[in-house]
């Protein structure tokens, strides 16, 4: 069984541009998370998307956004990136829902210069 | 809302030692705790998870946590620690119900030493 699926595995970006990170989850699973950690602030909860809706949302600038296709598939844009979104960023999917526990990938590295 | 305070942010312990990492958590409903480790360069990997019923739950790789509700608390012991488990361990809590975001402790870096 596939475990779920995080590209690219490293980013370097320019201050100012934009980057999109995409999250392959396990088959079956209908939920999605998506994390940003930092060695300062540990695990910051961006948004979880469950059957294409965003179900919940964390305390981020609208730059950050995110959206899932009706294969479970689900993607996160930030835009006019800054120095300090350089941050490792987590996606976890779950069977429906946090009961389950999560299943994560190995993330994406992003570094904005 | 809900918190989770891993109180140790590093732990340092002999192989074979027995170790305990501290959680303690704040929330004003039922809740769903979690532990999950992450080894260099990896994802997170859940360890174990309190849902309901038993107080004490286990890892299949020796590691067990014990819900205390009085005390809000969820520590993660190991009675006898090998040099694998050196990682960074993180407490996790949600609202009971499954639809509600996890809440993440900061974490705490476990190192084994020979």
């Known amino acids: 069984k596939a475990g779920v699926t995080q590209t690219p595995r490293y980013l370097i970006k320019t201050r100012g541009q934009q980057v999109t990170l995409s999250c392959s989850p396990i088959s079956g699973h209908r939920s999605v998370s998506w994390y940003q950690q930092t060695p300062g602030q540990g695990l910051q909860f961006l948004f979880e998307y469950f059957s294409e809706t965003q179900r919940n949302k964390g305390n981020f600038p609208g730059r950050f956004s995110g959206r899932q296709f009706s294969n479970s598939r689900s993607e996160m844009n930030v835009s006019t990136l800054e120095l300090g979104d350089s941050a490792l960023y987590l996606c976890?999917?779950?069977?429906?829902?946090?009961?389950?526990?999560?299943?994560f990938g190995s993330g994406t590295r992003l570094t904005v210069v | 809302a809900q918190s989770v305070t891993q109180l140790d942010s590093q732990v340092p312990v002999f192989e074979e030692a027995p170790v305990e990492l501290r959680c303690n958590y704040s929330s004003s409903v039922s809740v769903y705790l979690f532990w999950y480790v992450q080894y260099p360069n990896q994802g997170l990997q859940l360890l174990l998870k309190y849902l309901s019923g038993s107080t004490l739950v286990e890892s299949i790789n020796g590691f067990e946590a014990e819900f205390n509700k009085s005390q809000t608390s969820f520590h993660l012991r190991k009675p006898s620690v090998h040099i694998s488990d050196t990682a960074e361990y993180f407490c996790a809590v949600s609202s009971s119900g499954g639809y509600q975001k996890v809440t993440f402790g900061i974490g705490t870096k476990l190192q084994v030493i020979p």
């Open positions: 976890a999917s779950s069977l429906t829902g946090t009961g389950y526990g999560y299943t």
